[in-house]
């Protein structure tokens, strides 16, 4: 039999390999392709592989049993009759059963010749009657398991097959082989997920769709709140608040005439949409008439708009007190993220107590910002300024706060950025104030373009009929809403 470097060196990349190297790159490809990579709450369910882990840790079999009870006694009962005289082969040839299996559920359904290499290499009626013999080569067969895991593993699994081979105790080798076979058997169970998921997703979403709309058949005036919504988002897009002074010149004392007046952009099912979702992050909870399509995501949304509402104070918290401690520490990284573990830490009670929580928030962060001045050897702030730090972030806990109306807009202006241009452009260019939480935005971002997305696949159809009545026809015709 060939060695393993040997093996290595002139196996081809077959179709098990390429699936395995394939599903190496799987994460990359799903955060670049946000739109494709949302999992319905059926599959989500279904294949998460947290749940898969926990199902085979479950499991009745030696695979199931491998982190907690083989390491004290099935290994150590392997050792003991693997070195008995003669030697006893019956844990043996269980553990080499199992390692079959696995090896087989390595390979696809072409791969027969590999298929019946496998089980001629490892026939347990030839096995058992090599034990009756006593004439069983553990690690001969040890080193042919070896040489199939360098054919089948990815990339990523490459080091640790090669490390199995200077392994020269029997025992000890069978169990590295067994605990890489299974992280082996794990990528496979992740690229046929990923490989099925343009399918589950698409099932998914007829699904829904067909169960709504046999609703619809029942209950002909379902749709009564979902087109409230997207008329009041409409109107809102058509005659916007004058409120919003993000971007006017505070210092500019002439109203604009009205030849300078902005004129509205013209309205698309995109845009709409957008304004829609967006204002869920908002709604009233004593509002009874929440879109009917959006029901069933209704508990989503709310832990969206918590996650929002956390992020807003943070970045308040921490565009203030960059103000006042200036560009040295918040060069720091370090610090940053101290300051962020500790508000955010005192920000999750923040919806039922807001004054007392600014209050906690104050104190904690103008402490630290007087350590780390001192650690560095700075200047400590003014007794001054320290009232006025404390006074200003102190503040953020009241609704009109400037500092927060503001992060609060540019927010769900980078989420509404999110829903029509995809999460990494809208990280490209983040206005001023939210750069120090990006990582905690991409997340938010995230979500909330899975959440929506997914929703407006499988209500394209009826968004679509409403939003005719809502904008010109000519840009219903050029802009569907399910082609966003």
């Known amino acids: 039999m060939p060695d393993v470097k040997e093996r290595a060196a002139r196996k ?3 179709a098990a390999e390429s699936a395995s190297r394939e599903s190496r790159g799987g994460n990359t490809r799903e ?8 999992r319905s709450r059926m599959t989500e369910k279904a294949y998460d592989p947290s749940k898969l882990e926990e199902r085979k840790s479950s499991s009745s079999s030696l695979e199931g049993k491998g982190k907690d009870t083989m390491p004290s006694d099935f290994w150590d009962h392997l050792k003991e009759q693997l070195s008995a005289v003669p030697p006893d082969f019956s844990c043996a040839l269980e553990l080499l059963k199992e390692i079959k299996e696995i090896l087989l559920s390595l390979l696809l359904p072409r791969q027969s010749r590999l298929r019946n290499e496998i089980e001629e290499a490892l026939d347990m009626n030839f096995l058992h009657q090599q034990v009756d013999r006593g004439d069983l080569n553990v690690s001969y067969l040890s080193k042919y398991i070896l040489n199939m895991m360098v054919l089948l593993c990815a990339p990523v699994r490459d080091e640790a097959v090669q490390r199995l081979e200077n392994i020269s105790d029997p025992v000890r080798l069978l169990r590295g082989i067994f605990q890489v076979l299974g992280q082996m058997k794990m990528d496979m169970v992740n690229y046929t997920i990923q490989s099925l998921q343009p399918q589950l ?6 699904f829904e769709r067909a169960q709504f709309q046999e609703r619809l058949n029942k209950e002909p005036s379902l749709l009564n709140h979902t087109t409230k919504w997207l008329t009041q988002a409409a109107t809102q897009l058509i005659a916007p608040s004058t409120s919003c002074s993000d971007t006017q010149d505070p210092s500019s004392s002439d109203d604009p005439s009205p030849s300078d007046a902005a004129v509205p952009e013209p309205l698309s099912p995109a845009m709409v949409l957008s304004q829609g979702f967006l204002n869920l992050l908002t709604w009233d909870p004593s509002n009874e008439e929440f879109p009917e399509t959006l029901v069933v995501d209704r508990t989503r949304l709310q832990e ?4 929002q509402n956390q992020l807003t104070i943070l970045a308040s918290v921490l565009l203030v007190a960059s103000s006042f401690s200036g560009s040295v520490l918040f060069s720091s990284p370090q610090f940053v993220d101290k300051l962020k573990r500790i508000t955010k830490s005192l920000v999750e009670d923040f919806n039922s107590k807001p004054e007392e929580v600014m209050q906690t928030v104050s104190e904690q962060v103008t402490q630290e910002i007087h350590q780390s001045l001192k650690s560095m050897g700075l200047d400590a702030l003014s007794s001054e300024n320290t009232v006025s730090l404390v006074g200003q972030l102190k503040n953020i806990a009241k609704k009109e706060n400037c500092v927060r109306s503001v992060i609060d807009q540019r927010i769900h202006l980078f989420l ?7 999460v990494q452009r809208s990280l490209l260019d983040l ?8 990582p905690e935005l991409a997340e938010l971002g995230q979500k909330f373009v899975t959440l929506t997305h997914h929703n407006q696949q499988v209500f394209a159809p009826y968004y679509t009929e409403i939003l005719k009545t809502l904008i010109s026809p000519a840009q219903a015709l050029t802009t569907k809403v399910g082609s966003l």
């Open 12 to 14: 081809e990349p077959g």
């Open 304 to 307: 969206l708009e918590s996650q």
């Open 431 to 438: 206005p001023g104030g939210l750069t120090l939480i990006e």
């Open 416 to 422: 509404k950025c999110c829903f029509v241009l995809g």
């Open 31 to 38: 955060s670049a392709s946000s739109a494709q990579g949302h």
């Open 201 to 206: 997703q698409e099932h998914s979403i007829q």
